[in-house]
């Protein structure tokens, strides 16, 4: 690689039901495979999974929202759309124990609303695994990506809106989590 280039793996997801599914986008060129539903429905499709392609493959997605009578966050399926009754925090535990080797976790309360990420349901969860945790879900000022880390310490932030409408760039972005102490790759 040349200092230009960057590695940047590439993950597909949505759809992922089985073993072989999984085989399939690892064989057609994916670098890690993302599951959420399928996960929840059947966990030890994560540990099948790792035990096959490794850890390093298997990012487990997890959709959650706010529970309004009780504590903590509840997993939502199906593109946030239908309740699972699984707490996040402990569905995360478990997914990491079985052997996923990241976790793609998306705040349903701020997904699309650009008031910043979940730090609260970012550092719960990165507390209680040992596995990277991807930030997604808020993202809409500049300071939002710094503070994921920071405050929600994830070990990655995602975002759609910001790039896609062109409100922000990469190098913004990345300027700016430099800025909030964050390392980042120039």
């Not at 994916?30 to 790792?50: F, G």
């Not at 596995?131 to 990655?156: C, H, W």
Request: charged letters at 25%; proline letters at 3%.
């Amino acid at each position: 690689r040349t200092a230009e280039q960057v590695f940047i793996p590439f993950t597909i997801g949505g759809g992922i039901r089985t073993v072989e599914d999984i085989r399939d986008v690892l064989a057609a060129g994916a670098d890690k495979v993302s599951i959420n539903s399928a996960a929840v429905r059947d966990p030890e499709l994560i540990t099948r999974a790792a035990e096959r392609f490794g850890s390093q493959c298997i990012v487990v997605a997890i959709d959650a929202r706010r529970r309004e009578n009780a504590e903590g966050w509840e997993v939502f399926l199906n593109g946030g759309r239908v309740p699972s009754g699984r707490e996040a925090v402990a569905w995360a535990i478990e997914a990491a124990e079985r052997g996923a080797g990241e976790i793609l976790l998306t705040s349903m309360d701020r997904d699309g609303t650009k008031d910043g990420f979940d730090c609260e349901l970012l550092a719960a969860v990165s507390g209680a695994v040992g596995i990277p945790v991807i930030a997604s879900g808020g993202a809409g000022d500049l300071g939002d990506f710094g503070e994921a880390v920071t405050e929600g310490r994830a070990d990655a932030v995602l975002a759609a809106s910001v790039f896609h409408d062109g409100v922000y760039s990469v190098a913004q972005v990345k300027s700016a989590m430099a800025d909030a102490g964050v390392e980042v790759r120039p």
